[in-house]
Nanobody, 118 residues
């Protein structure tokens, strides 16, 4: 059974940093594109960043220069380093896994909450 388990969310002040982790198990291989999405209350879920097996990166314009996605293929883990956080980054963050040539994720994590506030 495929599982994506996120960790690292929490409450942080504006300008602060957080690092999210997502551990994949149960059949997710390194060929999958791994990503992070977020969803704020009343808004649609949006792609934050993703990374292919070969390391090709893709970022939403709103996080470019502040967030960094990376992966450890040997450990089937993906990370999201978030810096210079603003209240607009407050959302539930979801790890995703997408098989090659698929347009949308095949698997989702349960989500981890990130709240940016004083």
């Amino acid at each position: 059974q495929v599982q994506l388990v996120e960790s690292g969310g929490g409450l942080v002040q504006p300008g602060g940093s957080l690092r999210l982790s997502c551990a994949a198990s149960g059949g997710i291989s390194s060929i999958y594109t791994m990503g992070w999405y977020r969803q704020a209350p009343g808004k649609q879920r949006e792609l934050v960043a993703d990374i292919t097996r070969g390391g090709t990166l893709n970022y939403a314009d709103s996080v470019k220069g502040r967030f960094t996605i990376s992966r450890d293929n040997a450990k089937n883990t993906v990370f999201l380093e978030m810096n210079s956080l603003t209240p607009e980054d407050t959302a539930g963050y979801y790890c995703s896994a997408r098989a090659p040539f698929r347009r949308t994720p095949d698997y989702w994590g349960q989500g981890t909450q990130v709240t940016v506030s004083l």
